[in-house]
């Protein structure tokens, strides 16, 4: 076990990026000390150590900032080399990362469109992420995980679509994902769900529809803070 | 390691920027590849096959198994052909560094890249483009500072992950430098930038991939005048 003050990460309660590699120091067994952000009003340590971004989340570790989630959970792997989440074989991990950028960059934007947008455009990116969600739908033909039959980093990439896609469709009044159309996604989310790192570790579901909904309001199409 | 005889395809197109990285990195390590031209315009059957998702450029095809993703692939290549100099920086940290930069070139760059190049010279929304690549060439400054930490790339004495991200930029920013006649690659301003511009595309592994920013000035002029078959 590492001791605590080595580890610390700057987050905020209703962020899926943060809660990704939240996931992650668990499934290793890292300690950890977690410094909650109110991101109306960044703290000093936050702005010093992100201060290209000034998003969370930032992992601290012996006062070095690593930031950016995906690149966390990359250096996470690198540094603690038990229980690994990324696979060994090259190819296996080049697939890996493909479907992680793709939720992160693809399915994200789709999202994003679809929960601040109305009319057409709305329309348009519920489409679009329907498709999406069929490619991922396809990809976990005959699997347990996207990772094989352990979580790993492709399910944790994915991750925040159990919980935060359903949350935006409830904030925002619309719905993307179908379980009769995407049974094998379905499925997926069940048993990512039902993972004891994963369910003893996700905000209360009424207050985040609560937050987006507030934030849906604040404005138009504008980034996330968040990455 | 990679098997004896390994078949190498790389579905890529001179112009682009992304596919100009593993073929860098393919270099890099003396792997020997056949590279298919894409028509503009017109995606051929292996691509659409290859790459269902996104349907771009670069596919890595190694013994038949498709590899998407410029940088996705080019870490590929470096942990598959593992002997030798790395690509990617041995310590964690570095790693996680270089990592970063990368995606801030990659959400940054090619953006303002395809922008500028169909803005007029001398316009207003040129200027304002213009002052967006500037600050981030400028930030680009200051991490070429810590990273290479007083060596020649970002990558140390050798060209590494980072360098290959940016570097591969390098002629699309000269390419709208003559569209829109402002200089971006400015010793004044940039100068650490600028020396390393210069050993990047000197380089044994990159100067035979990167393409004459007076060719891709025509090619811009090409998609404008929409001269490639749809």
């Known amino acids: 076990m590492v001791a605590s003050a080595a580890v610390r990460l700057f987050g905020m309660w209703a962020s899926p990026a943060v809660r990704r590699v939240e996931w992650a120091l668990k499934l290793k067994g890292i300690e950890y000390e977690y410094i909650e952000e109110d991101l109306s ?12 971004n000034k998003q969370v989340p930032v992992l601290v570790h012996n006062c070095n900032p690593i930031v950016e989630s995906l690149v966390i959970l990359e250096y996470i792997d690198e540094t603690w080399k038990d229980n690994p989440i990324l696979p060994v074989d090259p190819l ?17 934007e789709e999202s994003r469109k679809a929960f601040f947008m109305e009319g057409e455009e709305k329309e348009k990116a519920i489409e679009n992420l329907q498709v999406q969600l069929k490619a991922l739908d396809e990809e976990l033909e005959g699997k347990k995980f996207f990772s094989g039959d352990h979580i790993g980093y492709t399910d ?27 049974p094998n996604f379905s ?9 004891p790192v994963i369910k003893d570790n996700l905000p209360p579901r009424e207050k985040t529809v609560e937050f987006f909904r507030a934030f849906k309001q604040l404005g138009s199409c504008t980034k996330v803070n968040q990455k | 390691m990679a098997a004896e005889k390994d078949e190498i395809k790389l579905i890529g197109g001179w112009a682009s920027p992304f596919v100009m990285r593993p073929r860098v990195a393919l270099n890099m390590k ?3 590849y056949e590279m298919t031209q894409e028509t503009v315009g017109k995606k051929s059957d292996l691509l659409l096959k290859s790459n269902p998702v996104y349907k771009k450029i670069p596919v890595l095809i190694h013994n038949g198994k498709p ?21 990617l920086p041995p310590d964690p940290y570095d790693r996680s560094i270089a990592r970063f930069w990368t995606a801030y070139v990659d959400d940054k760059i090619p953006d303002l890249i395809r922008k500028l190049r169909l803005l007029v010279k001398g316009s207003a929304e040129a200027e304002v483009e213009a002052e967006k690549l500037n600050a ?8 070429f500072e810590k990273c290479s930490k007083g060596k020649g790339f970002f990558g140390g004495d050798d060209i590494g992950y980072l360098d290959i991200a940016f570097g591969s930029q390098l002629g699309w920013i000269k390419a709208v430098e003559k569209i829109v006649e402002i200089k971006f690659l400015d010793k004044e301003k940039i100068p650490g930038l600028v020396a390393w511009s210069e050993r990047f ?16 000035v025509e090619f811009t002029k090409m998609l404008l005048s929409g001269s490639f078959a749809k």
């Open chain 1, 187 to 195: 499925r997926w989310i069940k048993d990512f769900l039902a993972e």
């Open chain 1, 41 to 52: 009003n960044k703290s000093s340590s936050l702005l010093e150590f992100n201060p290209i």
């Open chain 2, 136 to 143: 981030a060439l400028q930030l680009l400054e200051e991490a």
């Open chain 1, 92 to 108: 296996e991990r080049a697939k890996a990362r493909f479907w992680a950028t793709f939720v992160d960059v693809k399915c994200r």
């Open chain 2, 67 to 87: 590899i998407c993703e410029s940088m996705i692939i080019v870490e590929y290549i470096d942990e598959t052909w593992s002997d030798g100099a790395s690509i």
């Open chain 1, 156 to 182: 944790l990439a994915v991750g925040w679509m159990t919980f935060w896609l359903g949350v935006a469709e409830e904030a925002a009044g619309f719905k993307a994902n179908y379980d009769v159309k995407f």
């Open chain 2, 30 to 32: 003396g792997v020997v």
């Open chain 2, 201 to 216: 595309c000197a380089h044994e592994a990159v100067k035979e991939v990167m393409p004459e920013a007076d060719r891709l």
